[in-house]
């Protein structure tokens, strides 16, 4: 069976390089798989999961908070935002994170940015949704 690269690369490092056989991508418009010969495609990649397919079974779930991904029929390459894998994420950690960002936008005033604080918010959201659904 063919296979196509998949890359997975976050601001601090190169998190995935590896020959598999589908990827499925949270794009902007909707989920989208990479098969082996995939038409050339740039899209924005919303946060969510990566499943990254071998042998026909999910072999892992990876969160990322945004993108971008480039497909061509060889290989597919998601430059994310933040990712990790499901598994190294502990459901604590996360509500920690919403609440501590939700306390930081509830404790600003009216000349400060919150900007930052509610889109670590909405990832922080969307990862604890990740994990409640798996």
Known sequence: MEKIKF????????LVSQEVDMVVVPGEEGDFGVLPGHALFLTLVRPGLIDIYKDDEVSSRIFVAGGFAEVNGECCTVLAEEAVDLVDVERSAVEERISRNEQAISLANSDEDVAVYEHDLATGRALLECLTRQ
């Open 7 to 14: 890359e997975l690369v976050s601001p601090e490092q190169l």
